[in-house]
């Protein structure tokens, strides 16, 4: 790939994703073999002005041999400089950017369940920290291609094909070209999603009802101050971010504990770097009651077992089939892609930004409204080519959302 394209990139997620401000501290999370790809981005954070950056390497390769060698209780302390850390970002409130690149199968073979167990064992030391910086930070996640995940896409091209191809596809989501200015062209994306929730939020749902042929029949009720948002996003400081590139949806948090019924995937899900293929979700009084899965079952009974919010819906994201990403016709195995391809939804932590009045409600106050609370927040995809969304207005209208997996309002 070409360097130009490259920087062109590093330089849209600084300045588009993160919009990282003159004086504004930075944490980027990368992948070690994501190196040169790390050192463009850090480069584009001090010419925005950052004034220190820090970056959190991670492998997946040393991730497995702490897992495999170290005991729960080892892998769940959380040092005091480990802490310090946490708790300095809560206070700094740096942008931060997370660089994707793994292997979609980096962690199989890792047991779920001692997983799961260390997350839940960390989570209670640091929540306070990430609560406290919800809403109030600029962040952006983005994708570069590592070789195991370019190979997991593209089986039947060697290597550096591979890497190639996905490079290709992975840029042409974001818009970066040879002929364009992609932070223009951002602009424009971000005005459409504003006119798109806008076209939404005129008709206040009291809830949606999904069916498609390949068994999905679901509803799931809102909150009267649920709102569609999508694109860009204000924090609470008034800085204007971009947190997904790419982004196709809108989305908005439903009311937690209130959907009933049965929701299909049509993709597969890659959660902690373990693939779950072909499962289905069953809801009851707001709960998801039963889990089958064709690979991946243990994976997901140990995802909803979590904490009490994770096996309730935290997102409801609307994204129609004849779209930019699904027209590609790849299936990336990483959600940042495949949840713009695809309507999903997502179990665990909701969205206190799709709230009306957010800004002037506490954390309590915002559970009481019926936003969810989790450790967790996993989005998986439910959109077929026969999906019908229809939404059931609080004064008593039914209005068609979606024909055939596309928007019909």
């Known amino acids: 790939m070409k360097k130009s394209l490259i920087k062109k990139y590093a330089r849209l997620i600084v300045r588009v994703g993160a919009n990282v401000q003159k004086g504004q501290s930075v944490v980027v999370s990368c992948a070690v ?3 040169d790809f790390c050192a463009l981005v850090v480069d584009e954070c001090y010419r925005a002005g950052a004034k220190y950056v820090n970056v959190q390497w991670s492998d997946d390769k040393i991730s497995r041999l702490k897992f495999r060698n170290e005991s729960v209780r080892t892998l769940s302390t959380v040092l005091k400089w480990q802490e310090e850390r946490v708790k300095w970002m809560s206070e700094e409130l740096p942008c931060r950017i ?3 690149s793994e292997d979609p199968d980096g962690l199989k073979g890792v047991n779920p369940a001692k997983m799961q167990k260390v997350q839940v064992n960390t989570y209670k030391v640091t929540k306070k920290y990430s609560d406290a910086m919800e809403s109030r930070h600029q962040w952006t996640i983005a994708a570069v291609p590592g070789e195991a995940w370019a190979k997991k896409v593209f089986p039947e091209l060697r290597k550096s094909q591979a890497v190639e191809k996905l490079w290709r596809a992975i840029l042409e989501t974001v818009y970066v070209t040879e002929d364009a200015d992609p932070v223009e062209t951002w602009e424009k994306v971000n005005a459409d999603f504003k006119a798109r929730c806008a076209e939404l939020n005129k008709d206040r749902f009291e809830y949606l009802h999904y069916k498609s042929s390949n068994g999905t029949d679901f509803k799931c009720w809102l909150m009267p101050e649920s709102k569609w948002c999508g694109g860009g996003e204000t924090d609470l400081r008034g800085h204007f971010f971009n947190p997904n590139m790419p982004t196709i949806e809108v989305f908005t948090t439903p009311k937690k504990g209130m959907a009933e019924g049965k ?3 049509t993709k597969p899900l890659s959660y902690r770097g373990q693939l779950i293929e072909n ?6 009084g707001g709960k998801v009651v039963s889990v089958k899965a064709e690979k991946g079952q243990k994976v997901l009974e140990e995802m909803i077992s979590s904490d009490e919010g994770a096996a309730m819906i935290g997102e409801l ?3 129609p089939q004849d779209s930019p ?4 016709n790849i299936l990336y195995y990483e959600t940042l892609f495949d949840e713009n391809a695809s309507c999903h939804i997502a179990l665990g932590r909701g969205y206190r930004e799709c709230v009306d009045g957010y800004e002037n409600m506490t954390a309590d106050e915002l559970s009481d409204r019926g936003v969810n609370d989790s ?3 996993v989005d998986f995809m439910i959109g077929a080519p026969d999906l019908s969304i229809t939404g059931h207005t609080f004064d008593g209208r039914d209005v068609e959302i979606f024909r055939d997996g596309n928007f019909v309002i």
Do not use: T
């Not at 499962?279 to 009851?284: D, L, N, T, V, Y």
């Open 375 to 377: 450790m967790i927040h």
């Open 98 to 100: 997370h660089i994707v």
């Open 263 to 265: 929701v299909v995937s």
């Open 317 to 319: 994201a609307l994204v």
């Open 279 to 284: 499962f289905s979700f069953e809801f009851k």
């Open 325 to 328: 990403i699904s027209n590609q």
């Open 33 to 35: 073999s994501q190196a």
